[in-house]
């Protein structure tokens, strides 16, 4: 008997793939998979990207809920709970998930982070392990192609999976 796939694993499918994006010029741009969170946050009919600032361009792509607003839209209702609300539990899903990108040679060199900062041989953990020193700034997303979507009450920028859809 084969299993019918999720809304969450066709998703998955659809984001993770290839992309080649730039922060300033095109003659910086990288190729790397934007990560989908796991963690799916209210009725997960909104998309939204993430970027935290040492990991731009690259992106994660957050369901979050259709009544979340951005500061940008002023069509949206005044008690409408913004994304920035939300921002600590979902950099603390991303780590969970993903890891934290900020680690060190050793135990000894940890602890005394604070008196030689600058003096520390650190190492990275690859993307899409979390690095979310600086802070994080995030926007709208369209759903990919292929998932029944319909538009937005608020804003011109983005799309709502439709209500109550299974693949």
Do not use: N
């Amino acid at each position: 008997m084969t299993m019918k796939p999720d809304t969450q694993a066709l998703l998955k499918g659809q984001i993770e793939v290839w992309t080649r994006r730039w922060l300033w010029v095109p003659a910086d741009a990288i190729t790397f998979k934007p990560a989908l969170c796991g963690t799916v946050f209210g009725d997960g009919r909104a998309l939204f990207a993430l970027t935290t600032l040492q990991s731009r361009p690259r992106f994660y792509v957050i369901r979050g809920d259709s009544k979340w607003c951005t500061d940008r839209e002023l069509s949206a209702p005044d008690d409408a709970p913004d994304f920035g609300d939300f921002v600590d539990e979902i950099i603390k899903a991303l780590l969970a998930e993903f890891g934290d990108a900020r680690s060190y040679e050793d135990e000894e060199c940890a602890e005394t982070i604070a008196e030689q900062y600058a003096d520390i041989d650190r190492r990275w953990a690859a993307w899409p392990a979390v690095d979310d020193e600086g802070g994080c700034s995030w926007g709208r997303k369209r759903w990919p192609a292929g998932f029944p979507t319909e538009p937005h009450p608020w804003t011109w920028r983005a799309d709502l999976l439709v209500e109550g859809w299974r693949p």
